[in-house]
């Protein structure tokens, strides 16, 4: 078994910041992902990466970046906070891409926006 | 573009009631997964390519390829089942698809 863990758990900023996710694994998963959860609109894929300095952009990967440090970490920026913006991020793990691999999750990262 | 319908939208059971949760897909699947979500929680996984029926508990998965659907059953719900089950599909480029879920909400 293995665990994912997110920080910081709760995330508080103001329009305009810049502000940085971390994820961490330790399934020694290959792929890693960032998801954004809003009420009502399901979970979209923001970014992936398929291996250590990868990066492959989702549907909604206009406004962020990422990075893949390591195999084990991979952290996602939110270049400009937009006001009043509300949402959970959720890192993922599979060992390979998608539908080939089951896909766990980290306990997310809730972001409120001032 | 590959969807993913899931209902019903939400769902209010008595403790000891009987849940089927339906997933229905516009393209043909070799794969599936039904995920667990409690209010603020992560998603955790019920069953990853649940083929035919699989059980895990009192969760019962039945997936028919042909079909293009895939339903999840629990039995004897208690109030702790409450929360948001969610399906999901891997598409083109290997990302997951996710339907928008079943609230499930069992009153004791």
């Known amino acids: 078994g293995g665990i994912i863990t997110q920080t910081p758990k709760f995330l508080i900023g103001q329009e305009g910041q810049k502000l940085t996710l971390k994820c961490q694994q330790n399934?020694?998963?290959?792929?890693m992902y960032w998801y954004r959860q809003d009420s009502g609109k399901g979970l979209r894929l923001i970014y992936y990466?398929?291996?250590?300095?990868?990066?492959q952009k989702g549907d909604l990967s206009e406004g962020y970046d990422a990075s893949r440090e390591k195999k084990s970490s991979f952290s996602l920026t939110v270049t400009s906070a937009q006001k009043n913006e509300m949402a959970v991020f959720l890192c993922?793990?599979?060992?390979?891409?998608?539908?080939?691999?089951?896909?766990?999750f980290g306990p997310g990262t809730r972001l409120t926006v001032l | 573009g590959q969807q993913v319908q899931q209902s019903p939208a939400s769902l209010v059971l008595q403790e000891g009631e009987n849940a089927e949760l339906q997933c229905n897909f516009s393209?043909?699947?070799?794969?599936m997964q039904w995920f667990y979500q409690r209010p603020g929680g992560s998603l955790v996984s019920l069953f990853y390519?649940?083929?035919g029926t699989k059980h895990s508990g009192r969760l019962t998965s039945t997936t028919v390829i042909k079909e293009r659907r895939s339903s999840l059953h629990i039995s004897s719900s208690q109030t702790t089942d409450s929360g948001t089950y969610l399906c999901?599909?891997?598409?083109?480029?290997?990302?997951?698809?996710f339907g928008l879920g079943t609230t499930l909400q069992v009153q004791p």
């Open positions: 990466s398929i291996t250590e300095n990868d990066l």
């Open positions: 399934f020694n998963h290959d792929t």
């Open positions: 993922a793990s599979s060992k390979g891409l998608g539908g080939r691999a089951e896909q766990f």
């Open positions: 999901a599909l891997p598409g083109n480029t290997g990302k997951l698809i």
């Open positions: 393209t043909s699947l070799n794969s």
């Open positions: 390519n649940p083929s």
